[in-house]
């Protein structure tokens, strides 16, 4: 009983090693490729923050009252959600994170009787909509490690379209920013209609050194044509620089995951290999008792032959005549 208890010990001990090795190995992929997406991150967001801080000039401008991505919808009744998962599980909570987000801000705008349609990036974020039943305007799977610009271009193609033609009245975006390796955080905001944000340098007019007025621009070409071109590539960089984001936070949520993993293997295998040693001992004192005992017992059935077997004396009758 004891050996087969050892024998299963052993093979499971084999297994948590097996899975160990490949969680190790896992851990060091998202280890290197967390200093990739912090690369890409900090080459995109000096390009992005004065894009915005262009956009946040020119929105003072009359002529952005009239253009459509500045045009703010007081009855708002359609809007879409872009929002950005992973391709892979194995992340720890980075894809429900952005999932539940998500279902948090359906629900409040259907409470507001507002028709919501997703636009889903990533596998993990598109099966699990789909499989509940939820619309989706538009998917997009196999980027969320290495997004490119190409990829952000062809999610803006599909958006702004019809938020131009009146079929969708807001675009909200949701996302995982990268702050540290360490810290991720789930960021929500609005992506059209444009309006400033707090918080971000360069969307609004910068004010004069001694905290008056902001300055005034004059703009060559007209300001409605410099938005033509302009926005749609900030739309762009902005899709872009969320997707980076979170292609970093990803592999830093995969990091964390893979080595509490580890760790947790590491524990198993010593808890096994205790019990595993404890049968063994087990086993051995068992066998050892039986050999004292199988030893006792012929030395005293040795010890009964020596002296031989103890008969009463037995004379015959004679009998009389």
């Known amino acids: 009983m004891a050996g087969g208890q050892e024998r299963v010990l052993r093979r499971r001990i084999r297994s948590v090693e097996s899975t160990k090795k490949i969680t190790r190995a896992m851990e060091l992929i998202a280890a290197s490729r967390i200093v990739r997406a912090q690369q890409a991150i900090v080459a995109a967001r000096p390009y992005v923050g004065k894009l915005r801080e262009v956009i946040g000039h020119l929105s003072e401008s009359p002529e952005a009252?009239?253009?459509?991505?500045?045009?703010?919808?007081?009855?708002?009744?359609?809007?879409?959600?872009?929002?950005?998962?992973?391709?892979?599980?194995?992340a720890g909570g980075y894809n429900a994170n952005i999932i539940r987000t998500v279902e948090r801000m359906m629900r409040e705008h259907r409470a507001a009787g507002r028709d919501v349609q997703l636009v889903a990036l990533g596998r993990k974020g598109v099966n699990y909509f789909r499989y509940r039943g939820q619309p989706i305007l538009f998917s997009m799977?196999?980027?969320?490690?290495?997004?490119?610009?190409?990829?952000?271009?062809?999610?803006?193609?599909?958006?702004?379209?019809?938020?131009?033609?009146?079929?969708?009245?807001?675009?909200?975006?949701?996302?995982t920013r990268f702050i540290s390796i360490g810290s991720q955080t789930v960021q929500t905001r609005q992506l059209v209609p444009l309006v400033p944000e707090e918080g971000h340098e360069g969307t609004a007019p910068a004010a004069t050194a001694d905290g008056g007025s902001p300055t005034a621009y004059e703009f060559e070409p007209e300001p409605e044509e410099i938005l033509d071109r302009l926005i749609p590539s900030w739309l762009e960089a902005e899709v872009l620089t969320a997707m980076l984001e979170a292609a970093a936070s990803e592999q830093a949520a995969r990091q964390r995951a893979m080595k509490a993993a580890t760790d947790n293997a590491d524990e198993l295998i010593k808890t096994l290999r205790r019990v595993m040693n404890r049968a063994r001992q087990d086993a051995i004192t068992t066998e050892i008792m039986e050999i004292v005992g199988g030893a006792e017992a012929l030395r005293q059935q040795s010890r009964g032959d020596d002296h031989g077997p103890q008969h009463d004396a037995f004379v015959p009758i004679q009998e009389s005549a």
């Open 141 to 175: 799977i196999g980027v969320s490690e290495r997004p490119t610009y190409a990829d952000a271009r062809r999610v803006v193609g599909e958006v702004i379209p019809p938020f131009e033609a009146g079929q969708l009245d807001q675009i909200e975006l949701v996302y």
């Open 65 to 90: 009252a009239n253009h459509p991505l500045f045009h703010d919808v007081h009855s708002t009744q359609k809007v879409a959600i872009v929002f950005v998962t992973a391709d892979r599980g194995l």
